[in-house]
């Protein structure tokens, strides 16, 4: 069975096409547009909605060609439901609507933080039932199967770790996206400076980190230092939230997910924190990671195969798709 996935819940339009082999997920194809913020400013809504109609029949019809496959070969086509920003959520369910109508094959809406956690364990072999760190722009979330549902365990009570590094890096005058450039710079930082660890529970919170980390660009401090405390107190924050999540469930398999997921000092910080619970590590490939068609063609394939039906009446998208409200058939 081939599924052609669209993503489209923020800055990525993605199309992916994956089959169904013995239960693994085989990727044939996975290609992306991301829309950049003008002027280094933050998402617009309308404006990326707007890239992501500009590109997403192009990507389509390259999507097909890179996977070598015909139009009447997609049994299914799949799309981001939520959570993400309405008029790009709109703009992704149209096309798979009108796709759909046109090949006369059925739709599935999914949940895209759920797809992040379903690639890494269709396509890492050993990957099971893993706690997913999902980290990304909007998005921060500890998430792990428990009692028949996907629940997260801790999460951000105000911005998405991805968006405090873009939001000071746009301060200190960095283009989008700022997370890479911010690794780079703290691998120059030789001095910690104090900055606001906030856990509340299971959950953490970064925007008095960030103002912290603004007063300290005023008071002339050096801007490597800087990344660096920054990388190192929202990373031992998110590892020991994770942590917890995985004692608390028992699990002994951790994944990364999401575009922050791609930095080196957090992958080793998660992975330090792995081995010394004996538990195994595991990180999707970068095209993989960053949010992308294929995870969401991937897990449509999962619904699908399970006995869930959509049809277009009722492909409605989300933009406040809980993670808990999936009901997930396909797992036991
Ligand atoms: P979502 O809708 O899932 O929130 P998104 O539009 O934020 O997605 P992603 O591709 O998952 O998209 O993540 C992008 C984020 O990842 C940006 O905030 C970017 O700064 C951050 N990022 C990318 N690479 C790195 C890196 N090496 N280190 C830190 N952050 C990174
Ligand atoms: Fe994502």
Not at 172 to 190: M, Q, R, S, T, V
Not at 291 to 317: C, F, P, Q, T
């Amino acid at each position: 069975m081939i599924c052609l996935g669209i993503e489209g819940t923020a800055h990525t339009i993605g199309i992916g096409l994956v089959e169904d082999i013995n239960g693994r997920c085989h990727i044939l194809s996975n290609v992306i547009k991301i829309y950049k913020p003008k002027h280094g400013g933050g998402i617009h809504p309308r404006e990326a909605a707007n890239h992501h109609a500009t590109y997403v029949a192009d990507l389509i019809k390259e999507s097909i060609k890179k996977a070598d496959i015909e139009y009447a070969d997609i049994d299914l086509v799949a799309f981001s439901k939520g959570p993400g920003l309405g008029p790009c959520l709109r703009t992704a369910a149209t096309a798979a609507r009108a796709l759909s109508l046109s090949l006369n094959k059925p739709i599935m809406g999914v949940n895209h933080c759920v797809a992040h956690l379903e690639i890494g364990r269709g396509t890492i072999e050993k990957c099971r039932d893993p706690v997913l760190l999902y980290v990304s722009g909007a998005n921060t979330q500890v998430i792990a199967f428990a009692e028949g549902k996907y629940r997260v365990f801790g999460e951000t009570l105000d911005i998405g770790i991805g968006n405090c590094l873009d939001k000071f890096g746009r301060y200190i005058g960095l283009d989008f996206p700022c997370g890479p450039k911010i690794e780079k710079l703290a691998e120059k930082g030789k001095q910690y400076l104090e900055l606001p660890y906030s856990i509340k529970g299971m959950d953490i919170a970064f925007s008095g980190l960030l103002t912290a980390a603004e007063q300290y660009v005023k008071h002339g401090k050096k801007i490597e230092d800087i990344c660096y405390s920054i990388q190192e107190t929202t990373f031992a924050a998110l590892t020991e939230v994770t942590e917890r999540a995985m004692a608390h469930t028992e699990k002994d398999e951790v994944l990364l997910g999401g575009g922050v997921a791609c930095n080196k000092r957090l992958r080793e910080m998660v992975k330090t924190m792995a081995q010394e619970r004996d538990a195994h590590f595991f990180v999707p490939s970068h095209d993989l990671c960053v949010d992308n068609g294929a995870m969401i063609a991937w897990l449509g394939l999962l619904m699908y195969k399970s006995g869930i039906r959509m049809n277009v009446e009722n492909s409605h998208i989300d933009q406040r798709f809980r993670t808990d409200r999936v009901d997930v058939s396909w797992r036991d």
